[in-house]
């Protein structure tokens, strides 16, 4: 999936433009971060045809979706695509169940058994979407846009209302789902951690402006200057042979083998400092 | 009092209701979404009969459905005349009615989150698919104002029915007119009977709809 695009749109300090050119392989999970007002939705509606660039270009599978040299617009309703909105989008008349086969009319049986099991919504599935809370919603959400078997799935900060143990199976399902279904994946969050972990192609974005773009370890690599007498907050804990635990600290990440003393204490959320701590970059997952 | 006005008044506003309804539906979806320069020029253009006095509009039809006129010729050689004749009360009250269906409709599209819209085209729907399985049945409440104030509307219209169907029994004369018939005629007390109904009716009605409202806002909360 290659696409350019570029707009004149208000950001925090005024008038710019937002200017992304990209090449995404096939099966590469992308990661749009970047502060609020960055540009990162902006950049999902018009790869989804919501909103028009000024100039712009977006080739998927090797089908031009928008040219606007030539003036090649490719009907939103035709494009196949999953989106997760940042306010859900569910629609408020419909049960669960409805939102579902609203999306889908001839929806997978297998795969709406997978989707109900994995995000938990069974027992939801005769409830309006209006009376669930705004996790429930957010795996509506999630659920609906799989459902499509979309060639492009779009997420807006689709995590942000989920708890960490339902976090923690979807991201590897929706992952693996992409990857067997030949879905491009393209997450937007603000969330550095997120960033880090759920990606293998990070795009960080300011202002519209692309300041930086590839691997999660290069993106957030950390600064030369780091002491190790600071301290920073555990986001994520690998339990293999080498138990790992990834660092947030400031604008960078960082991977520590968990040392002996602290096996099976330390936890996702605790603030450690960083002495006697062997430091390396982080792998993405 | 004679029922027939009071029941002839109920069919118009059936009739008219029900048609202005499908013709505002799409009209209404224009307004709030689409992105054309003439977007003004048309809600002016439906929100006019809100400003206008009714004999104006009415004048104006009448003139435009005059037998010896254009388009009102054709249509009386159609044998479809519109003027002093029912289907001519109608026509008027699509248009005299189009801003009390048409407005609260828009308010209805508008208050709706884009992403609603946006979700169901991105599923591969199409817009009238969208504006009948999504949109309608998000925006109860903007419908049933819709419709009720329609229906009030024309219960009640009297300048624009007077000059274009004038004052036939059983043909077009409704409860405003018959109202009106029966003060100069110093019948006080069958307008008295007419007056209160059209009262009680357009406060029901409004009570109704106030009711619905809260019902509504209840349910969200």
């Not at chain 1, 099966?27 to 609020?36: D, K, M, N, R």
């Not at chain 1, 960055?38 to 919501?50: D, E, F, I, N, P």
């Not at chain 1, 040299?69 to 859900?88: A, C, E, H, M, T």
């Not at chain 2, 048309?42 to 254009?70: D, E, M, R």
Request: charged share 15%; aromatic share 8%; net charge neutral.
């Amino acid at each position: 999936m290659d696409f350019a695009l570029r707009k004149s749109l208000h950001f925090a300090s005024g008038e710019g433009k937002l200017d992304i050119t990209t090449q995404i392989p096939d099966g590469i999970t992308t990661i749009l971060w970047g502060p609020s007002g960055s540009g990162k939705t902006s950049v999902l509606r018009m790869l989804a045809g919501l909103l028009a660039p000024d100039q712009g270009k977006v080739m998927i599978n090797g089908s031009i979706w928008l040219d606007t040299s030539q003036n090649i617009s490719y009907p939103l309703n035709k494009r196949n695509i999953g989106f997760v909105f940042q306010d859900y989008a569910l629609f408020p008349s419909m049960t669960v169940e409805e939102n579902l086969k609203f999306a889908a009319p001839d929806k997978d049986p297998n795969l709406l058994q997978d989707l109900l099991e994995i995000t938990e919504l069974t027992a939801l599935l005769g409830a309006r979407t209006t009376s669930l809370s705004g996790g429930q919603q957010q795996r509506v959400a999630v659920a609906r846009a799989l459902i499509q078997r979309p060639q492009l799935l779009l997420l807006d900060e689709p995590f942000a209302a989920l708890d960490q143990g339902m976090h923690d199976r979807l991201v590897p399902y929706i992952k693996q789902y992409c990857r067997t279904q030949g879905c491009h994946l393209i997450i937007v969050t603000h969330d550095m951690a997120d960033a880090c972990l759920l990606g293998e192609h990070v795009i960080h974005l300011q202002e519209g402006r692309v300041i930086k773009k590839g691997p999660p370890r290069e993106v957030f690599a950390a600064g030369q200057n780091l002491h190790n007498s600071a301290s920073g907050k555990v986001i994520h804990i690998t339990h293999d042979n080498q138990p790992t635990a990834t660092i947030l600290l400031d604008s960078s990440l960082l991977e520590i083998s968990v040392p002996q003393q602290l096996l099976g204490k330390l936890q996702v959320g605790d603030l450690v400092a960083l002495d006697s701590f062997s430091i390396r970059p982080p792998t993405p997952t | 009092m004679e029922i027939a006005p009071l029941l002839l008044s109920l069919r118009l506003a059936v009739v008219t209701t029900f048609l202005l309804f499908w013709i505002s539906l799409p009209l209404a979806h224009w307004i709030a979404f689409a992105d054309s320069r003439f977007r003004s020029v048309v809600q002016a253009l439906v929100a006019l009969p809100l400003v206008l006095p009714p004999t104006v509009l009415g004048f104006y039809l009448l003139v435009a459905f005059s037998p010896s006129q254009g388009l009102g010729r054709v249509l009386s050689n159609m044998e479809f005349p519109l003027v002093f004749s029912f289907s001519g009360l109608v026509v008027a009250s699509l248009i005299y009615s189009l801003p009390f269906m048409v407005q609260p409709l828009v308010s209805g599209f508008r208050q709706l989150p884009s992403s609603l819209r946006e979700a169901s085209l991105l599923m591969g729907k199409s817009s009238f698919t969208t504006l009948i399985r999504v949109l309608l049945p998000s925006m109860k409440g903007a419908v049933l104002t819709a419709l009720v104030l329609t229906f009030a509307s024309v219960i009640g219209e009297f300048g624009v029915v007077l000059m274009i169907g004038g004052n036939i029994a059983g043909e077009t004369r409704v409860a405003s007119i018959a109202l009106y018939d029966r003060v100069e005629a110093l019948d006080y007390a069958a307008a008295h009977s007419y007056a209160l109904v059209l009262l009680l009716f357009s406060f029901l009605a409004l009570l109704f709809l106030f009711s619905y409202d809260r019902k509504l806002k209840n349910i969200r909360s």
